[in-house]
């Protein structure tokens, strides 16, 4: 297994531990000072590294809702329609790994179609990914704390 592999698992799974540990009715609350929800973030977590890593849109993982729901400038004060529960969206962040981690290593040196913020290639890409992730991480670790404290 390669370090971006592993990287991703532990970034994961430190996503994963921090949705467990939160309780329920913290979700969709919006704090002072934040644009979105816990809820917003998880969807985002999944939809953002699906367009990164997998194609999304053009997939079938992934409901085609879930780029208005979850990318990048959208907010829960606009959802409109059915919103996938957090439930579900853990568990489609669980089954997200396996395909990230069936990526073949070759790839990663692949060049992108056009550059993507500077990166060239699908590792590059890759990283950006786990710095995502890590930084909404971040956010939720945030907002756990200053949901806590209000209450």
Do not use: C
């Not at 532990?10 to 329920?24: A, D, F, M, W």
């Not at 809820?39 to 985002?44: S, T």
């Not at 907002?143 to 209000?150: E, L, T």
């Amino acid at each position: 297994m390669n370090y971006l592999n592993s990287q991703l698992q532990l970034t994961r799974q430190k996503v994963l531990s921090e949705i467990e540990g939160i309780n329920p009715e913290l979700f969709d609350i919006q704090p002072n000072g934040f644009n979105n929800t816990i809820h917003w973030h998880i969807g985002h977590v999944l939809t953002v590294a699906e367009q990164f890593l997998l194609g999304y849109p053009h997939t079938n993982h992934l409901p085609a809702n879930y780029g208005e729901l979850f990318g990048y400038g959208s907010k829960p004060a606009d959802w409109k329609g059915e919103v996938p529960s957090v439930e579900t969206l853990v568990q489609q962040l669980q089954e997200q790994v396996n395909r990230i981690l069936a990526i073949p290593e070759e790839r990663y040196n692949e060049k992108l179609p056009q550059p993507f913020l500077g990166l060239e290639t699908v590792g590059e890409i890759f990283t950006l990914a786990l710095f995502h992730e890590s930084n909404h991480l971040g956010q939720i670790h945030a907002m756990k704390r200053v949901i806590d404290a209000a209450n």
